[in-house]
């Protein structure tokens, strides 16, 4: 009796098999209740799915980070991959004053020192002459590195702008040589070869260069000052002995540097000076006026009076007026602990360039 009663619960238990207007809500949700099971599971899995991508991804970040940063500080990678990817990365190789000096800038002047070093002198890097001369272009290229970046610091505050048509200028004079004008494209393909450089990366460097030069000279009132001095001794006679003016300066304190060349191309690219030479007369004295190829070793003023001269080559005697400011400037910063270098490179090197 209990197993037919049993029977009996199932059967009233089970739907209609039949579908009817009065059956039809209850059909349709027990086929949408079948479908549920179905549903959520899925929908489950896939915000599962979504949560380990995320974290596998950050994971990955992490691990990407501290490779390049191993890569870039402890182990000091100096390759062409290392070198574009702080192209991409703004990470920083040492701070000046407060501003990041960018570790792209610093690899882009060594990868340069070391073309030329393998390249043009055939210099072995690996040996012990070799990692000599890299310890000394590291240190070269950094400082040169946190000086643009302090120089690229002042131009902000300062206002100073380099325009595209200056860079172009320094370049217009470069194509002048020896044996004649050259062409834009034997230029670049010079620059490549001798130093690895693509034409933009040239254009940065020079740019650079001329930043650092236009700050110089705008924060050197020493340098102003000596030149103005230099101008009324001049004035009291207009053919003087350099040898005379330079004595006159110094014994009030003026910083001002001789030389003579000797022969020298009329194409000597040094930022102007021989060119305003050639211009003269055997024995004339030009007025001041500056070096403009963005070279921190000759900025300056100069003066320059015509020895003698030929169709292709002058012989010149100059008085320049050095700009020490910047220098003094960067040096304080060292002394006053604020500028940081986040990588070790010796700051003392027996190194020589040949």
């Given at each position: 009796m209990k197993k037919l009663s049993l029977k009996k619960r199932k059967q009233a238990e089970q739907p209609p098999s039949r579908i009817t207007n009065e059956t039809v809500a209850?059909?349709?949700e027990q086929i949408l209740a079948g479908g549920r099971k179905f549903k959520y599971p899925h929908q489950y899995e896939r915000h599962k799915l979504v949560f380990n991508?995320?974290?596998i991804i950050l994971v990955t970040l992490v691990l990407l980070s501290i490779i390049i940063w191993w890569q870039l500080y402890p182990a000091q990678?100096?390759?062409?991959?290392?070198?574009?990817?702080?192209?991409?990365?703004?990470?920083p190789v040492a701070s000046v004053d407060g501003a990041p000096v960018r570790y792209s800038d610093y690899l882009m002047s060594l990868s340069g020192s070391q073309h030329y070093l393998e390249q043009s002198e055939r210099l072995n890097l690996n040996s012990e002459d070799g990692k000599r001369q890299i310890?000394?272009?590291?240190?070269?290229?950094?400082?040169?590195?946190?000086?643009?970046?302090?120089?690229?610091?002042?131009?902000?505050?300062?206002?100073?702008?380099v325009t595209d048509e200056q860079v172009d200028q320094v370049i217009d004079a470069s194509l002048n040589t020896v044996s004649g004008r050259i062409s834009q494209d034997i230029y670049d393909d010079s620059t490549f070869s001798t130093l690895g450089y693509t034409s933009d990366e040239y254009r940065q460097i020079i740019k650079r260069a001329l930043v650092r030069q236009e700050v110089m000279y705008s924060i050197d009132t020493k340098a102003d000052t000596t030149k103005k001095a230099a101008e009324a001794i001049l004035k009291e006679n207009p053919v003087p002995s350099f040898a005379d003016i330079a004595k006159r300066l110094q014994d009030k304190g003026y910083a001002v540097q001789l030389g003579s060349t000797g022969l020298v191309p009329k194409s000597n690219h040094d930022g102007g000076v021989t060119q305003q030479a050639a211009k003269l007369q055997k024995n004339q004295v030009s007025s001041f006026f500056r070096s403009e190829d963005g070279n921190s070793e000759r900025n300056g003023y100069y003066i320059v009076q015509l020895v003698d001269s030929?169709?292709?080559?002058?012989?010149?005697?100059y008085l320049r007026v050095p700009l020490t400011e910047f220098d003094k400037q960067l040096k304080s910063l060292a002394v006053n602990k604020k500028i940081q270098e986040f990588i070790s490179v010796q700051k003392d090197t027996n190194a020589i360039r040949r």
């Open positions: 209850e059909h349709r991508a995320i974290i990678n100096t390759s062409t991959f290392f070198y574009r990817v702080t192209r991409i990365l703004p990470v310890e000394f272009i590291k240190r070269q290229a950094l400082d040169g590195a946190i000086a643009d970046t302090y120089a690229a610091k002042i131009a902000d505050e300062k206002n100073i702008k030929n169709d292709k080559q002058v012989n010149y005697n």
